[in-house]
């Protein structure tokens, strides 16, 4: 056990403490801010306040753990050890930053509480945020902290020994849209033709036509290979499901079809499942709740794990409904316009509500990377697309962190725009299990 001395004990100081400590370096504490408790433990120890209070292993810290309220700091961010990093402190101090702070502020995601420009999905834009300002977004920073958090402590104390993470790979599948033609009734289809027809589009309307007469598979169909995928190099699958009323952002199959339905039965048997919570969901309060009763109807199991549709988060609006509906986990955190770390880890972490100053019981497993993201928002050729992708995989796997891939049942169909992408997607797999 770690005895960790402070002069005020607040919700912000615990939580950080607890995160980086226990949850991301398996090590238990104790926080104090008795100075004789402190200063008569045997064991290690370290001092997380203003000034020192002998030769212990001493943090200066800065003023946010022991704070209420959200105040625009001026951050000043810097390069350490070949690392950024940012809320510098005094030379004393075992590390010239303020770790715990920096990571906090990061987790907590204390920047989209300030006031700033929305994109046009009303989401938080990855270039408003810090680490992208400062070029460290695709680093998961807090890990690479961690190591010289440990450092600094083994120099102190040697017989200090943090958990042994090993690298994880987690292969997540939006269904946005199960079908792209098959199962969605006769209106929608005449309606898709005409536009096929007005837009010259007649190589469309002829697999249209092909797929619906049964002469072709659907193209969006991919279910067998990923399971094929997923069945040889047994990696762990989770696959979020959109049950949305019909809308115009949400435009999956009607819950009532016996074949979609069928088919989330089907994955359920070998992957996992979550809610895909709908666009329309995010203004109308009673559509969720909805929404997960049907996955659980379907599945006959609680449903825990959610991302949104569109990837829509709106801090701590989106939590907050998500916890009181009973889900425990989820995995949207993460931008739709770059690849990267948006809470500065590639490691899973409890949400911290600013405004209420409270530690939640809702996990977030960020992901790194998103099929979306390269092909639609970077628009990058296949070969760049997976250069990147290693990239990043490799910074993950430096730290023996968790690296999570977003993708859709679509991408994988090599269909239009997604020609030849089934090789990134290949690659990916291929990279995360060698």
């Not at 005409?194 to 619906?212: E, K």
């Not at 709740?289 to 549709?309: A, D, F």
């Not at 609006?317 to 690849?339: F, K, N, P």
């Not at 730290?399 to 725009?417: A, K, P, Q």
Request: hydrophobic letters at 40%; proline letters at 3%.
């Amino acid at each position: 056990m770690i005895l960790i001395y402070t002069h005020k004990i607040t919700a912000r100081l615990q939580y950080t403490l607890q995160m980086v400590f226990t949850q991301f370096l398996g090590s238990p504490i104790k926080i104090t801010n008795r100075v004789e408790e402190f200063i008569t433990f045997d064991g290690v120890k370290i001092s997380y306040t203003k000034n020192p209070l002998g030769s212990e292993l001493f943090f200066c810290a800065h003023s946010i753990l022991f704070e209420k309220g959200i105040l625009d700091y001026s951050i000043n961010v810097k390069s350490w050890n070949g690392q950024k990093v940012f809320f510098e402190q005094a030379e004393n101090s075992a590390l010239p930053f303020d770790i715990f702070a920096s990571s906090f502020y990061l987790l907590s995601r204390y920047e989209e509480y300030l006031p700033h420009i929305k994109d046009r999905f009303q989401r938080f834009p990855a270039k408003e945020s810090i680490a992208y300002k400062n070029g460290f977004l695709k680093t998961p920073i807090i890990e690479y902290w961690l190591l010289d958090l440990v450092s600094a402590i083994q120099t102190k104390f040697p017989e200090f020994k943090p958990t042994t993470r090993s690298f994880n790979f987690v292969n997540t599948i939006d269904v946005d849209n199960a079908y792209s033609y098959l199962e969605k009734g006769v209106v929608r289809n005449l309606a898709a033709s005409l536009r096929t027809i007005v837009n010259f589009d007649f190589s469309g309307l002829s697999q249209r036509i092909r797929v619906l007469v049964g002469k072709e598979k659907d193209p969006f169909d991919t279910f067998d290979y990923l399971l094929k995928m997923q069945q040889k190099f047994n990696f762990k699958s989770i696959y979020f499901f959109l049950l949305a009323d019909y809308g115009h952002n949400d435009k999956n199959i009607s819950v009532t079809s016996k074949k979609f339905q069928n088919l989330v039965k089907s994955m359920a048997d070998y992957a996992q499942v979550g809610i895909h919570p709908s666009w329309a969901s995010n203004k109308d309060s009673t559509k969720l709740p909805k929404e997960i009763k049907r996955l659980e109807t379907i599945t006959k199991r609680e449903v825990i794990r959610s991302r949104q549709h569109f990837l829509m988060l709106d801090l701590p609006t989106t939590y907050r409904r998500l916890i009181d509906l009973g889900i425990r986990e989820d995995y949207s955190m993460g931008y739709a316009s770059q690849v990267g770390f948006r809470a500065g880890t590639s490691l899973p972490f409890y949400f911290y509500d600013l405004d209420m100053e409270t530690q939640t019981q809702l996990l977030i497993h960020p992901f790194a990377v998103m099929d979306g993201t390269l092909n639609e928002y970077l628009e990058l050729p296949v070969d760049d697309a997976q250069y990147l992708v290693k990239d990043l995989m490799d910074r993950v796997k430096q730290v023996n962190g968790t690296f999570i891939s977003l993708w859709h049942n679509e991408t994988v169909s090599d269909n239009r725009h997604w020609k030849d992408w089934k090789q990134v997607y290949e690659f990916t797999i291929e990279q995360a299990c060698k």
